[in-house]
T-cell receptor, first 118, second 114 residues
Framework: DSGVTQTPKHLITATGQRVTLRCSPR?????VYWYQQSLDQGLQFLIH???????AKGNILERFSAQQFPDLHSELNLSSLELGDSALYFC?????????????????FGQGTRLTVV | GENVEQHPSTLSVQEGDSAVIKCTYS??????FPWYKQELGKRPQLIID?????GEKKDQRIAVTLNKTAKHFSLHITETQPEDSAVYFC?????????????FGTGTQLKVEL
């Protein structure tokens, strides 16, 4: 168990709908990252939040948004869903890395949410 | 941004043989290189990592080497066992005070045959 909790584990929804994926990071971790894993695209970075603030954006569609709350849990919102959005969505967390490099700690992944759009 | 290439995409070895997976990265500022193992339908799990100030790191049957000049790093698994069968991902990142965004390679499906 990595200590990162994602809910729900599975989600089946129809095209055009909106869903919310939830992630609780490891206790004390300030950074939350969202990744999308599809068969043809591998693991793609979507977005990074650090202590409630957005820090970096990757290949995240405008239909997708995320936020990190004061208690450090994060939600990924996916709207106007398309068949191609079907994928595994992973959340990962890491501790504050201080000055970087020597202070870094690894990223721990949750079990993922498998989204199926039908 | 960072781009990571990984080879081979599939690798089949006999039990007891060694397996080598290679990755190259594009951003010379990247300073952290983890390797993840992912079994079917499960989360990626870190198996070993290396920082840019180190050229080689070993943990039992697993070792990673880094060549900063050539911008490539490799995973070596010795005495492979059936339970090593999985997909392996390399990744690269430029760790900052605020966190660590990983750019992943496309994965290597390792199959260890009896």
């Amino acid at each position: 168990d990595s200590g990162v909790t994602q809910t729900p584990k599975h989600l089946i929804t129809a095209t055009g709908q909106r869903v919310t994926l939830r992630c609780s990071p490891r206790s004390g971790d300030l950074s939350v990252y969202w990744y999308q894993q599809s068969l043809d695209q591998g693991l793609q970075f979507l977005i990074h939040y650090y202590n409630g603030e957005e820090r970096a954006k990757g290949n995240i569609l405008e239909r997708f948004s995320a936020q990190q709350f004061p208690d450090l849990h994060s939600e990924l919102n996916l709207s106007s869903l398309e068949l191609g959005d079907s994928a595994l969505y992973f959340c990962a967390s890491s501790a504050h890395s201080g000055t970087g490099g020597a202070g870094y700690t690894e990223a721990f992944f949750g079990q993922g949410t498998r989204l199926t759009v039908v | 941004g960072e781009n990571v290439e990984q080879h081979p995409s599939t690798l089949s070895v006999q039990e007891g043989d060694s397996a080598v997976i290679k990755c190259t990265y594009s951003d010379s500022a990247s300073n952290y290189f983890p390797w993840y193992k992912q079994e079917l339908g499960k989360r990626p799990q870190l198996i070993i990592d290396i920082r840019s100030n180190v050229g080689e790191k070993k943990d039992q049957r697993i070792a990673v080497t880094l060549n900063k000049t050539a911008k490539h790093f490799s995973l070596h698994i010795t005495e492979t066992q059936p339970e090593d069968s999985a997909v392996y991902f390399c990744a690269a990142s430029k760790v900052t005070g605020g966190g660590n965004k990983l750019t992943f390679g496309t994965g290597t499906q390792l199959k260890v045959e009896l």
